[in-house]
């Protein structure tokens, strides 16, 4: 199988992900800044033209990040980034919906109208009028994310999990597109400092990015 990937937070944090399980697998690079992934090869194998997707050795497209990790975890489950029990899943699970909702699908719309709007404008539907609004309502979330760190390494206590993962690759890259989050939530402050110094971290990051001025 191999990985159909570009630059973005999405596929890199597929790509932090099996950098952490030391999965390796053929990429098929798209250009997703020049707008590659909207159109034929890439859109007849995910019509959403998202990216990363996952193609099976016999063809079969595995698209959405959770979705391909949860895939990888299947057949990789050491070290477990999702749970070894039933009772460490659900945890994980429950910590990656409160990260996903609350946090990062705002900040990502908030980019996509705001600093991200020339990009996005032809490619999706925009609501510039919105991006100001739906950066408050994630960093509400990231506020909640530094209460629910209380006490604890990671999301899930001294494990990292999937969810550190997604929330890691969406504060980092919207960090670096001018979001400022509050120095006062010491608790994400510290954990962005754990994250960032995981090796994961640097090894997941697109070639090129310092040129093209954003972490992904």
Same mark, same amino acid.
Request: charged share 25%; with cysteine; proline share 7%.
């Given at each position: 199988m ?8 999405n596929?890199r944090?597929v790509?932090m992900?099996?950098?952490?399980k030391? *999965? ?5 690079d798209?250009?997703?800044l020049g707008? =590659?992934?909207?159109k034929? +090869?890439? %859109?007849a194998? @995910?019509p959403a033209?998202?990216t990363p997707?996952l193609?099976l050795?016999?063809?079969? *497209?595995i698209a959405?990040?959770?979705a391909?990790?949860e895939?990888l975890e =299947?057949l990789?489950?050491? +070290?477990? %980034?999702?749970g @070894?029990?039933?009772?460490?899943r659900?945890e994980?699970?429950m910590a ?11 900040l990502?719309?908030?980019f ?6 020339? %990009? ?5 539907r925009c609501l510039?009028?919105?991006?100001d609004?739906l950066?408050?309502?994630?960093l509400?979330g ?5 209460a629910?760190?209380?006490g604890k ?6 494990r ?5 993962l997604v929330l890691y690759?969406c ?9 400022q ?5 010491k608790n ?6 754990r994250?960032n110094?995981?090796?994961?971290a640097?090894a ?5 990015w ?7």
């Amino acid at each position: 199988m191999k990985l159909l990937n570009s630059f973005g937070p999405n596929p890199r944090m597929v790509r932090m992900f099996m950098a952490e399980k030391k *999965i390796s697998m053929p990429f098929q690079d798209f250009d997703i800044l020049g707008g =590659e992934n909207r159109k034929d +090869p890439y %859109l007849a194998k @995910n019509p959403a033209g998202q990216t990363p997707s996952l193609e099976l050795d016999d063809g079969r *497209i595995i698209a959405e990040t959770v979705a391909i990790c949860e895939y990888l975890e =299947e057949l990789h489950p050491t +070290p477990a %980034l999702i749970g @070894n029990t039933p009772v460490e899943r659900a945890e994980a699970r429950m910590a990656l919906r409160r990260a996903e909702l609350n946090a990062c699908e705002h900040l990502y719309n908030a980019f996509r109208f705001g600093p991200g709007l020339p %990009l996005f404008k032809d490619r999706v539907r925009c609501l510039p009028d919105a991006a100001d609004g739906l950066k408050a309502k994630g960093l509400d979330g990231v506020t909640l994310v530094d209460a629910l760190l209380k006490g604890k390494s990671y999301l899930c206590g001294e494990r990292v999990t999937l969810g550190d993962l997604v929330l890691y690759c969406c504060l980092d890259f919207c960090m670096s597109t001018g979001l400022q989050v509050d120095p006062a939530l010491k608790n994400v402050t510290a954990w962005l400092a754990r994250m960032n110094a995981r090796p994961s971290a640097t090894a997941s990051l697109s070639p090129g990015w310092q040129e093209i001025g954003m972490r992904g």
